[in-house]
């Protein structure tokens, strides 16, 4: 990480416990470190015991912070300030009010287990989808990874919900006509969303230019992709993604 990143994720990181007199000793290593050493397993899909001891923090420790801060939403915490952040200095609004929602078929690795893949069959895919939603700035919003058998359209509702419960000022979604039907009204209905499905003319055959927002979706999905963690074991890749729920 560079010293202009950590600039601006150090501000935004979880507060120690001990600093506010909650009890807890000083914390021993530099958080800088912690961070590497999670983005390293991230980018190159090791085992936790594999971190190289250049790190000089023991992976047992690496593994237990991460493991807190997930658990205590401090991962989404921190993900949810960059991404305002970012928003703002573009001129917009710190929480969106629209998203793009689509989904991936990839082949799972072999750390996935048998009972969480599925075959994809118009993909020809034997693995796990991940379901992923972005605002029109092509930023995170949630990701739900299932078998790649669910239907996008199932996929979408526990993706809709979770959206609904953090993003209280959402109401529109953009989607391709996979999501047409059923889960236009489930959508209005159940989580008070407006789903709207961008639609290929009838009249153009061959190669045709998408929208920006969907253009912005599928750049999100490349990026998650490229980490070694994110194109090889999705399902690990979400709790480094979207963590729980906001503090």
Avoid at 46 to 56: E, G, H, Q
Avoid at 63 to 92: K, P, S
């Amino acid at each position: 990480m560079s010293d202009k990143e950590w600039q601006v994720i150090e501000p935004v990181m979880p507060h120690p416990a001990w600093l506010h007199g909650n009890g807890g000793r000083p914390e021993k290593y530099c958080r800088r470190l912690i961070v590497d050493a999670i983005r390293y397993v991230v980018d190159n899909g090791c085992k936790w015991r594999n971190l190289p001891a250049d790190f000089l923090v023991p992976w047992r420790t690496v593994h237990a912070i991460f493991t807190r801060w997930w658990q205590d939403g401090d991962l989404y915490a921190l993900h949810n300030d960059l991404r305002e952040q970012v928003r703002i200095a573009d001129g917009r609004e710190p929480e969106p009010s629209a998203g793009i929602i689509d989904s991936q078929s990839l082949r799972a690795a072999e750390t996935v287990a048998a009972g969480s893949r599925g075959y994809d069959a118009a993909k020809k895919v034997q693995g796990t989808k991940r379901h992923v939603i972005v605002d029109t700035l092509g930023l995170l919003l949630v990701v739900i990874v299932t078998a790649a058998s669910v239907q996008d359209r199932d996929g979408a509702k526990p993706a809709l919900a979770r959206l609904r419960d953090w993003y209280e000022r959402i109401a529109l979604i953009w989607a391709d006509s996979a999501y047409a039907g059923k889960l236009v009204t489930w959508a209005k209905k159940h989580v008070r969303l407006t789903v709207e499905i961008v639609k290929r003319s009838d009249d153009v055959s061959g190669f045709v230019v998408l929208p920006r927002i969907l253009w912005n979706l599928f750049c999100q999905a490349a990026l998650i992709g490229r980490g070694q963690l994110g194109a090889g074991s999705p399902s690990r890749m979400t709790l480094l993604t979207t963590g729980s729920k906001p503090r």
